[in-house]
T-cell receptor, first 110, second 114 residues
Framework: QQPVQSPQAVILREGEDAVINCSSSKALYSVHWYRQKHGEAPVFLMILLKGGEQKGHDKISASFNEKKQQSSLYLTASQLSYSGTYFCGTVTNTGNQFYFGTGTSLTVIP | NAGVTQTPKFQVLKTGQSMTLQCAQDMNHNSMYWYRQDPGMGLRLIYYSASEGTTDKGEVPNGYNVSRLNKREFSLRLESAAPSQTSVYFC?????????????FGQGTRLTVV
């Protein structure tokens, strides 16, 4: 039930944009996004609760396509501080458990 | 604000030894979780406690036991450590469960079993 993330890794120059995708094989109730910097704990970014919901957080935003059972995280005009590993987490309609994806490593270089 | 506190931060065990990882939160959260993180595997749920007095298995519970001592504390015990349990362990808590609330993570325990 672990969601699948793509790409596994991406390298950006400062100011470039990136999209990280998260797909589930099951119908979803909610999608969460976290960021983890090397050697640190994951930190919450946002939750999307409804199909079609989009949320923004500074220059980081996300969408949730309930029909396609997927979510995308958009990072625009990337900054060095955006570097880290991004995880989606999903709660399915049928279960109470929460599953993290395998993560996407994002590196922003000057 | 302490948030979620895990102890110890680092630990080396010999195969067969036992140990308990401690976790405490001061946010009055109902739900608490234990995860392990291995390279390329992301975070996998070991056990969780939806509320005080309840515990349930997650994805990878074999070789572990947990105790929800009270609302604040949730411990993870390895009865007979194996090299396959070498990992980084994270404790997390959330207000009412994962569905629509964020989780707060501790700083992790890096465990090596030799």
């Amino acid at each position: 039930q672990q969601p699948v993330q793509s790409p596994q890794a991406v390298i950006l120059r400062e100011g470039e944009d990136a999209v990280i995708n998260c797909s589930s094989s099951k119908a979803l109730y909610s999608v969460h996004w976290y960021r983890q910097k090397h050697g640190e704990a994951p930190v919450f970014l946002m939750i999307l609760l409804k199909g079609g919901e989009q949320k923004g957080h500074d220059k980081i935003s996300a969408s949730f396509n309930e029909k396609k059972q997927q979510s995308s995280l958009y990072l625009t005009a990337s900054q060095l501080s955006y570097s880290g590993t991004y995880f989606c987490g999903t709660v399915t309609n049928t279960g109470n458990q929460f599953y993290f994806g395998t993560g996407t490593s994002l590196t922003v270089i000057p | 604000n302490a948030g979620v506190t895990q102890t110890p931060k680092f630990q080396v065990l010999k195969t067969g030894q036992s140990m308990t990882l401690q976790c405490a939160q001061d946010m009055n959260h109902n739900s608490m979780y234990w995860y392990r993180q291995d390279p390329g595997m992301g975070l996998r749920l070991i056990y969780y406690s939806a509320s005080e007095g309840t515990t349930d298995k997650g994805e990878v519970p074999n070789g572990y036991n947990v105790s929800r001592l009270n609302k604040r504390e949730f411990s993870l015990r390895l009865e007979s450590a194996a090299p396959s349990q070498t990992s980084v362990y994270f404790c997390a808590s959330s207000e009412i469960g994962y569905s629509n609330t964020e989780a707060f993570f501790g700083q992790g325990t890096r465990l090596t079993v030799v």
